[in-house]
């Protein structure tokens, strides 16, 4: 199987930076997605890495590294809205359309 | 607003009863998820269709039947459910290409009385 470790919980305060990091096992990797989940709704996307390397989109990065089966989320200035699950979720070469997700990593937001 | 709509958003009901959750998407999507959520969990996959055939089935109880009757729709029947099926379900759908996210809709919360 695929185990995917992430953070169970992470505090910050508004205007900071935080860094959610992501572990795969590296056989049969076919991707890294990050999601992110508001309680009680459904996870939306938010970037797809495949190749080493760092993903920007807006305050939102996601950065990869294939040879340690290492990811990261990197979310700066943080807005309260920001509080949410961070779903690190990675696709596998066995089975096309199964994605295994981590846990989650709930993050904070404090005034 | 999602993409992905499902319904109902609520549905609440007994061990004996017959139910349906229905889901639709109009982004040609050709692959489509079901997806079983606990409280303070993850997504956890029970179906995967693409062209509208079942390609997985996560070793899901028989009391969950999917169903995909064309590309834009997606049902899950239920027939005696057991308490801890109570769970919100996923729906979510994309393009039959494994470096493509998913789309999720904004689920049905399932309560078994």
């Known amino acids: 199987g695929q185990n995917i470790d992430q953070p169970t919980e992470m505090t910050a305060t508004e205007g900071a930076i935080v860094q959610i990091n992501c572990t795969y096992q590296?056989?049969?990797?076919?991707?890294l997605f990050w999601y992110q989940q508001h309680a009680g709704e459904a996870p939306t996307f938010l970037s797809y890495?495949?190749?080493?390397g760092l993903e920007e989109k807006g305050r939102f990065s996601s950065f990869l590294s294939r040879s340690k089966g290492y990811s990261y989320l990197l979310l700066k200035e943080l807005q309260m809205k920001d509080s949410a699950s961070y779903l690190c979720?990675?696709?596998?070469?066995?089975?096309?359309?199964?994605?295994?997700f981590g846990a989650g990593t709930q993050v904070v937001v404090t005034p | 607003d999602t993409e992905v709509t499902q319904t109902p958003k609520h549905l609440v009901m007994g061990m004996t009863n017959k139910k349906s959750l229905k889901c639709e998407q109009h982004?040609?999507?050709?692959?489509m998820y079901w997806y079983k959520q606990k409280a303070k969990k993850p997504p956890e996959l029970m179906f995967v269709?693409?062209?509208?055939?079942?390609?997985i089935n996560e070793s899901v109880p028989s009391r969950f039947s999917p169903e995909c009757p064309n590309s834009s729709l997606l049902n899950l029947h239920l027939h005696a459910l057991q308490p801890e099926d109570s769970a919100l379900y996923l729906c979510?759908?994309?393009?039959?290409?494994?470096?493509?996210?998913?789309?999720f809709g904004d689920g049905t919360r399932l309560s078994i009385l």
């Open positions: 979510a759908s994309s393009q039959v290409d494994s470096n493509q996210p998913q789309h």
């Open positions: 590296t056989s049969g990797f076919n991707g």
């Open positions: 890495n495949v190749l080493d």
């Open positions: 979720a990675q696709g596998g070469t066995d089975s096309w359309g199964k994605l295994q």
């Open positions: 982004m040609g999507h050709r692959a």
């Open positions: 269709y693409s062209y509208e055939k079942l390609s």
